[in-house]
């Protein structure tokens, strides 16, 4: 399932990545860039109910997700991925995930976290997007409205994860 809120993507994948899934992401991303020219955040969601996820992802998922972080460069300020839970389960999808970012390489900060409110704290620490400078013209106002709390980022992305369930 694929959200927005503010100035964040919200991507909740219930049942492993698959290429249809990722089709539509990128799509979703390319109208967040154009939403939001001056970059706007990337939160990836795997919740813990979800768990008929499979650990082992194929080369196909592997290169387009390397693919989209690629395309996503210069538009994503700052991505985090929570894949919550705990137990070896958790650890090895964070661990397989830290793998495809390292091939990647994306030149914005990634993390991967254990929880939804992990990420959502962690995002709401990372600096805004370039609007909030007066070079791009930008209002106060327009810097306001993409500013948010960890609270209401977490709000508004458990809110997603029900609608998705």
Known sequence: ??????????????????P???R???VHLQQMR????????????FPEQGRDIKIEIAESIRTDVTQIVRE???AVRASAI???????FAAAMRTAGSGITLVARPAYPVKFLDSVEAACAWLATQPLPS???SASGASSASAAALRFTAQELTAAARAAVAVAS
């Open 1 to 18: 399932m694929l959200a927005s809120w503010r100035c964040v993507s919200l991507n909740i994948w219930r049942r492993g990545m698959d």
């Open 20 to 22: 249809p899934g990722l």
């Open 24 to 26: 539509v992401a990128r």
């Open 34 to 45: 154009s939403r939001y020219p001056q970059g706007y955040f990337s939160m990836v969601l």
């Open 72 to 74: 996503s460069e210069g």
């Open 82 to 88: 929570a894949i919550e839970g705990g137990g070896f």
């Open 131 to 133: 609007s909030a400078s």
